[in-house]
T-cell receptor
Framework: DSGVTQTPKHLITATGQRVTLRCSPR?????VYWYQQSLDQGLQFLIQ???????AKGNILERFSAQQFPDLHSELNLSSLELGDSALYFC?????????????FGPGTRLTVT | AQSVTQPDIHITVSEGASLELRCNYS??????LFWYVQSPGQGLQLLLK??????LVQGIKGFEAEFKRSQSSFNLRKPSVHWSDAAEYFC?????????FGAGTRLTVKP
């Protein structure tokens, strides 16, 4: 158990809908990262927050947004969902903001768009 | 920008045989290097990391990795593979604000 929690575990929704994925980092970790993992794209970095502020952006679509709250939990919002958004979404956390800190991954949320 | 290459998409080894998974990186300075393992349906788990010092690092589950600056490599090894090692393995390089993951190597273990 990494100490990172993600809810829900599974999510099935229809195209055009909007969903929110939630992540709670390990106790003491200030950074939260979001990743998308699909069979054809592999593990893709989406976005990082550190202590409430956006720190780095990866291949995140404009339809997707995220935020980190004062209690350090984070939410990833996916809107106008398309079939191609079906994937595993992972949250990870680390102590510091830099890529030099090891990341601890949650169990993931499996999103299926029908 | 740094990059990570895992040349082998899929490797099959027999149980009890030795294992080496390759990882090459591209970065101007010495990066921070990591190996993660992902079992089916699970998140990624950190196996080991290299920051500096001894170039041979030990990790969990009997894994080790060797940093070779001259070859820009950080290969993962295990002397005797167990069936439970079947998983996907990711090499990652961290520098600055960024951590980049390789495409992963899927390990199949034959009985």
């Amino acid at each position: 158990d990494s100490g990172v929690t993600q809810t829900p575990k599974h999510l099935i929704t229809a195209t055009g809908q909007r969903v929110t994925l939630r992540c709670s980092p390990r106790s003491g970790d200030l950074s939260v990262y979001w990743y998308q993992q699909s069979l054809d794209q592999g593990l893709q970095f989406l976005i990082q927050y550190y202590n409430g502020e956006e720190r780095a952006k990866g291949n995140i679509l404009e339809r997707f947004s995220a935020q980190q709250f004062p209690d350090l939990h984070s939410e990833l919002n996916l809107s106008s969902l398309e079939l191609g958004d079906s994937a595993l979404y992972f949250c990870a956390s680390s102590v510091g903001p830099a890529g030099t800190y090891e990341q601890y991954f949650g169990p993931g949320t499996r999103l299926t768009v029908t | 920008a740094q990059s990570v290459t895992q040349p082998d998409i899929h490797i099959t080894v027999s149980e009890g045989a030795s294992l080496e998974l390759r990882c090459n990186y591209s970065y101007g300075a010495t990066p921070y290097l990591f190996w993660y393992v992902q079992s089916p349906g699970q998140g990624l788990q950190l196996l080991l990391k290299y920051f500096s010092g001894d170039t041979l690092v030990q990790g969990i589950k009997g894994f080790e990795a060797e940093f070779k600056r001259s070859q820009s490599s950080f290969n993962l090894r295990k002397p005797s593979v167990h069936w439970s090692d079947a998983a996907e393995y990711f090499c990652a390089v961290g520098a600055g604000n960024d951590m980049r993951f390789g495409a992963g190597t899927r390990l199949t273990v034959k009985p």
